[in-house]
């Protein structure tokens, strides 16, 4: 009888964090941020149909950085969440906290018991009435959940992004600075970003029932133009 | 998360059924035709100019007696649709949110709303599912309207209680004041009304089955309580104010009483 090679857990760990970790740094980044008028996602993104940032309930979004079709998977499994959910009791019983802990439940079950671990980090947002009642918690591949309260910087290069958002940070952002700073920081010193190579969408703080609200290629160029006030049109 | 091959896609229904949530429709009974379940009555939709709009009294009746007066009737069932209750009410208010949280939860899971047709197929497969409900004498039948974005149109439908969908092209009612407040609709009916005649004549359609159908609930001023009514154009779905609708009831009744004393229907 043959006997399977022995690995250290530590080793198998270790193998399988950096490979998670390579697949999420060969995509791009994202992040969000609390300003004034809600919370604030933006993403690098070229596709204007595959959508890295989303809705899920009525004041929670989503992002996602690295694989698509496993972020997506995530995306559609909160969706559900939250439906259910928000079904079987009321509406205001869903909350972000809640499915932040069933996606660390579901990354760190794949983590830990599946070849392959999931090659995500996730965000889910949050927008309460107060700036200081936001949430933000961002998800690791391995189930790790880390608790934000300003800002947050997702995908292979977030610790520069995040520092280049702390280098412009003010506790007085409104939408349309906070657009402009996630925009400098994703693109970095040597590149400039325009609306076609990002996707944009705000959780808005006094909107309708459904706060999630995407801004079009047009929109954010007239922010990035200089435009101080947000948007008004009222689609999704 | 599913598998790919017991995986619910975008169906509500169908991911409660893999959870195991099942929607809380009551068991049928054998005689239920004793009780007096709580009934919504009228509701009426007429196609104008830049959509639909539609309009639901505000009574419910259990047997012969008035169980509320403030009923609800008239939903959006997303942005540019809505839905309009007659019949049960348990079942139908449950239906009603069932169908929203449907389309909601398609438009998420997909990243793009349901055609208008989708919508109304949608809600027939709904109806369908209660006739073994509504054989116990817990009939549900809404009616469905909606600006259709594709075509650039405002569309609205009928139902039976076997789900049976019937697009109508201008106008359609439902209910126990129905009879009343479609033939006020058809007399003062014009192609391209704009949206205040077809507020008006609505209102009217109301007014005189109130008056005819005792289920049927009138304008109540002491309490401030009037039809629901909303719009439904490319802007998406608009719910009149209270005061807006009672500045055109007023209105109406003056002109009913001064030009004939109040006999004659005056339909808009």
């Known amino acids: ?236 | 998360m599913f598998r790919a091959e017991d995986d619910p896609g975008p169906s509500f229904a169908a991911l409660m059924a893999r959870a195991g949530v099942q929607p809380p429709v009551p068991s049928p009974v054998a005689g239920g035709h004793g009780l007096d379940i709580t009934h919504g009555t009228t509701v009426v939709a007429v196609r104008y100019a830049d959509g639909v709009v539609m309009a639901g009294d505000r009574r419910a009746t259990s047997g012969n007696l008035i169980s509320h007066r403030d009923m609800e009737k008239v939903y959006a069932a997303d942005r540019h649709s809505g839905v309009a209750i007659a019949g049960a009410a348990g079942p139908a208010m449950e239906m009603v949110r069932l169908f929203q949280l449907q389309l909601e939860h398609y438009e998420k899971v997909e990243g793009q709303a349901l055609s208008l047709e989708g919508k109304a197929n949608q809600l027939s497969v709904m109806i369908r599912g209660n006739l073994p409900m509504a054989m116990q004498g817990l009939v549900v039948v809404p009616l469905f309207a909606g600006y259709d974005l594709r075509r650039g149109l405002g569309r609205l439908f009928q139902y039976d209680v076997t789900g049976g969908r019937y697009e109508e092209t201008n106008y359609a009612a439902t209910g126990s004041g129905s009879l009343f407040a479609a033939t006020v609709v058809k007399m003062g009916y014009r192609p391209e009304l704009s949206a205040n005649d077809a507020i008006d004549l609505v209102l009217s359609a109301l007014f005189q089955a109130a008056d005819e159908d005792s289920a049927t609930g009138g304008p109540d001023p002491i309490r401030g309580i009037y039809p629901i009514v909303a719009t439904i154009s490319a802007a998406g779905f608009d719910r009149q104010t209270t005061e807006s609708i009672s500045a055109r009831f007023a209105s109406l009744l003056g002109r009913m009483s001064t030009e004939s004393g109040g006999w004659a229907t005056v339909t808009s």
């Open chain 1, 1 to 236: 009888m043959s006997m399977p090679f022995y690995v250290a857990p530590e080793q198998m760990m270790k193998d399988k964090a950096d490979y998670a970790r390579k697949g999420i740094a060969r995509g791009r980044s994202l992040a969000a941020l609390v300003c004034e008028e809600g919370i604030l996602i933006c993403a690098e993104n070229p596709s204007n149909t595959l959508h890295k940032v989303a809705e899920i309930y009525d004041r929670i979004g989503f992002a996602g950085v690295g694989r698509f079709n496993e972020f997506d998977q995530l995306r559609i499994a909160g969706v559900r969440h939250a439906d259910l959910k928000g079904f079987s009791y009321s509406r205001e019983d869903v909350e972000a906290r809640s499915l932040a802990n069933a996606y660390a439940q579901m990354l760190g079950q794949i983590f830990t018991h599946e070849m392959k671990p999931l090659e995500v980090e996730i965000l889910v947002a949050e927008v309460a009435m107060a700036r200081t009642e936001d949430q933000l918690y961002h998800l690791l591949y391995d189930g790790t959940v880390v608790d934000e309260r300003r800002y947050v910087a997702l995908g292979g290069d977030a610790d520069s992004v995040a520092e280049r958002i702390e280098a412009g940070w003010s506790d007085e952002l409104t939408v349309t600075d906070a657009l402009r700073l996630a925009t400098s920081a994703l693109a970095g010193p040597d590149r400039t970003l325009t609306g076609d190579d990002l996707e944009v969408a705000v959780l808005e703080r006094d909107g309708a029932r459904r706060c999630f609200r995407r801004y079009t290629y047009a929109e954010v160029d007239a922010v990035l133009a200089g435009a101080t006030s947000p948007p008004t049109a009222n689609e999704v």
